[in-house]
């Protein structure tokens, strides 16, 4: 684990820090599909990402989901942090997009180690504000973006942290994380087929722009 953790955080963490996590973190590996953390979870430990990407979504009353935003190697989840250090329920599900491989840290490390690291504090506050502009983001695609583009947008941002650029959501799995209808979906993605965007097959789609 601790090579791992060198490729993946070496340039951010100091060797003490790099030490104290391989001894007191957990290696786990976890299938696509994966739910990792549920609404109304307890957090007790924080997850940094080794590998794969892991799709973070908020659910309305009626159980709708919208996507949020991805986190890929050398990320951990803001959401994840506040959740922790106020030891409050979660208010978000994650769910593996790709096979990954993570590092869980015991909640009771992360104050201790924002006294004690420099980098840790500095990899924490990033976080925050790495998370905060991509849900800023999200919030602009609703809010500025018709439907077409925003389909587009997504499409684009699941083929890059897929691990083959393609992407294999049914029509109604894409209608849930863009909080819309299948229909609207199955259209717009034909339209796009149309414009040469994209190339719809029978289980997967691909980019072709």
């Known amino acids: 684990m601790i090579q791992e953790l060198k490729d993946n955080y070496g340039h951010l963490f100091e060797n003490d820090l790099l030490n104290e996590i391989n001894q007191v973190g957990t290696f786990k590996e ?3 599909g ?9 957090v007790k430990a924080m997850p940094l990402l080794i590998s794969g990407a892991i799709k973070i979504l908020r659910e309305d009353n009626d159980g709708d989901e919208l996507l949020l935003y991805f986190l890929e190697k050398g990320d951990t989840c803001a959401m994840t942090l506040t959740c922790c250090l106020g030891q409050t329920k979660s208010e978000i ?7 990954a491989k993570l590092i869980m840290i015991p909640i009771q490390k992360m104050e201790e180690w924002s006294a004690k690291y420099k980098s840790w504090r500095n990899f924490v506050f990033e976080s925050y ?5 991509e849900m800023l983001e999200t919030i602009d695609s609703i809010a500025f973006l018709k439907m077409d583009e925003r389909l587009l947008k997504y499409l684009n941002e699941k083929a890059r942290v897929s ?10 799995e894409i209608a849930y994380e863009l909080h819309t209808s299948r229909v609207v979906i199955s259209r717009l993605l034909k339209k796009l087929e149309n414009l040469g965007e994209i190339k719809l097959h029978r289980n997967y789609i691909t980019l072709l722009k």
Do not use: C
């Not at 599900?93 to 096979?99: F, G, N, Q, W």
């Open 163 to 172: 691990e083959d650029g393609t992407i294999r959501n049914t029509h109604q």
């Open 129 to 133: 504000h790495n998370r905060l502009n």
């Open 30 to 32: 976890v299938p696509e």
């Open 93 to 99: 599900k994650a769910i593996a997009e790709t096979d």
């Open 34 to 42: 994966f739910k990792m953390i549920s609404i109304g979870d307890y």
